[in-house]
């Protein structure tokens, strides 16, 4: 049971160039969501999604764009990437939202030059 | 608006103490208050979690202490090991709203 699984782990990308990050949960959770984790900042919800089909905005949304075309996946897109998206990117799930624990994949590490 | 307020940001204990991480929060809706730790490279896990109708909740040598009129709760660690040397954030929601995360306390146990 692999949980919530993150792809790519570690990624370098120039200023300009886009990317998607794959989530891929086997849980079969409704919810899923998007964070980004800057130091100081904690855990910062960028996009989420309750249900297959479904997405909304989090806290800092601009400059991603999400999709959620099987309930098991929910990829996030940079269009063109920015340095200050430099961050560790963190994909969770729950089964429902609110009061339930968030299962949180391992993360991937993108760095913008 | 930082709806959950966590402190300290790090903290040095040495084996066999005790750590206290505490958070305070503004939303009375709030009924579900958990904590999350991480370690290095990986993602945060669900440690303990807390509802407001009872004031203590005790899971081996992790307690989370709420006190309801004081909108607080906090993380007791007791004999704290090198081992759970991590990072850990308290959070907090109501029913059908999404977790809000407080920034995270670097926890640093010295052997």
């Known amino acids: 049971n692999a949980g919530v699984t993150q792809t790519p782990k570690f990624r370098v990308l120039k200023t300009g160039q886009s990317m998607t990050l794959l989530c891929a949960q086997d849980m079969n959770h409704e919810y899923m969501y998007w964070y980004r984790q800057d130091p100081g900042m904690g855990l910062r919800l960028i996009h989420y999604?309750?249900?297959?089909?479904?997405?909304a905005k989090g806290e800092v949304p601009d400059g991603y764009n999400v999709s959620r075309l099987k309930k098991q996946n929910f990829l996030l897109g940079l269009e063109s990437a920015a340095p200050s998206q430099t961050s560790v990117y963190f994909c969770?799930?729950?089964?429902?939202?609110?009061?339930?624990?968030?299962?949180f994949g391992d993360g991937t590490r993108l760095s913008i030059l | 608006q930082q709806q959950v307020k966590q402190s300290p940001q790090s903290l040095i204990v040495q084996k066999g103490g005790i750590s206290i991480i505490n958070c305070a929060y503004e939303?009375?809706?709030?009924?579900?208050f958990p904590w999350y730790q991480q370690f290095p490279g990986k993602g945060p896990a669900l440690l303990i979690a807390?509802?407001?109708?009872?004031s203590e909740k005790k899971e081996g040598r992790f307690t989370i202490s709420f006190n309801k009129s004081a909108k607080q709760f906090s993380l007791h660690i007791m004999d704290s090991q090198p081992g759970d040397s991590a990072t850990y954030f308290c959070a907090a929601s109501k029913a059908s709203e999404k977790l809000v995360f407080g920034k995270g306390t670097k926890l640093t146990v010295n052997p």
């Open positions: 999604s309750v249900g297959e089909g479904t997405t």
């Open positions: 807390i509802r407001p109708d009872v």
């Open positions: 969770a799930s729950s089964y429902l939202t609110g009061n339930q624990p968030q299962h």
């Open positions: 939303n009375t809706a709030f009924d579900y």
